[in-house]
């Protein structure tokens, strides 16, 4: 199983929008609605963020939305704040498990 | 509020096991509905997911590891564990245990996570 595909880096102003892509297969991303993101803070535990592609855990803030188009999942964060800045992981799920390689946020 | 928190060794010798233990506390292991998990990290790096146990005993392990991973479960000590033998450098990661949810498959609760380094 292969990792699935993110972009390196994202950046983006305070009040801004971003949008962080992950690319998998019809295998994994594409098989099932059953993918999720994890935000991590430097050495830190990584914090479920989205589960179910678009389904936000309690506490979780409302900026914070995700989505899927075939292959594709997102995860957008509306209305950037310092403290969004952090790593970015995708995950899937279809009997095994998958991560992406990581994306991280720099709030310019 | 359910917590997980690792335990073992931080250092262990090239082609030795690496053994780690996660202890559940705030719920039950028992009580069904989870996949008890195992994500490393290596220094830098992104997540890789090594493996997960169901109460049972039911194991699923990533195919890149699945000849050196063992993951059991003692649902007496509410705790799961950990062993990877003939252990390499490259095994040096921070080893997280974390809940999975069953059929969902995302990672609710996570333990801190422990730096595990490989060297003679």
């Known amino acids: 199983q292969s990792a699935l595909t993110q972009p390196a880096s994202v950046s983006g102003s305070p009040g801004q929008s971003i949008t962080i892509s992950c690319t998998g297969t019809s295998s994994d991303v594409g098989s099932y609605n059953l993918v999720s993101w994890y935000q991590q803070h430097p050495g830190k535990a990584p914090k479920l963020m989205i589960y179910e592609v678009s389904k936000r855990p309690s506490g979780v803030s409302n900026r914070f939305s995700g989505s899927k188009s075939g292959n594709t999942a997102s995860l957008t964060i509306s209305g950037l704040q310092a403290e969004d800045e952090a790593d970015y992981y995708c995950c899937s799920y279809a009997g095994s498990v998958v991560f992406g390689g990581g994306t991280k946020l720099t709030v310019l | 509020q359910v917590q997980l928190q690792e335990s073992g060794p931080g250092l262990v010798k090239p082609s030795q096991t690496l053994s780690l233990t996660c202890t559940v506390s705030?719920?039950?292991?028992?009580?069904?509905?989870?996949?008890w998990s195992w994500i490393r990290q290596h220094p830098g790096k992104g997540l890789e997911w090594i493996g997960y146990?169901?109460?049972?005993?039911?194991?699923y392990y990533n195919p890149s590891l699945k000849s050196r991973v063992t993951i059991s479960v003692d649902t007496s000590k509410n705790q799961f564990s950990l062993k990877l033998s003939s252990v390499t450098a490259a095994d040096t990661a921070v080893y997280y245990c974390?809940?999975?949810?069953?059929?969902?498959?995302?990672?609710?609760?996570w333990g801190q996570g422990t730096l595990v380094t490989v060297s003679s």
């Open positions: 974390a809940r999975g949810v069953e059929w969902l498959g995302y990672f609710d609760y």
């Open positions: 146990i169901y109460y049972s005993g039911s194991t």
């Open positions: 705030g719920g039950s292991i028992s009580s069904g509905g989870y996949y």
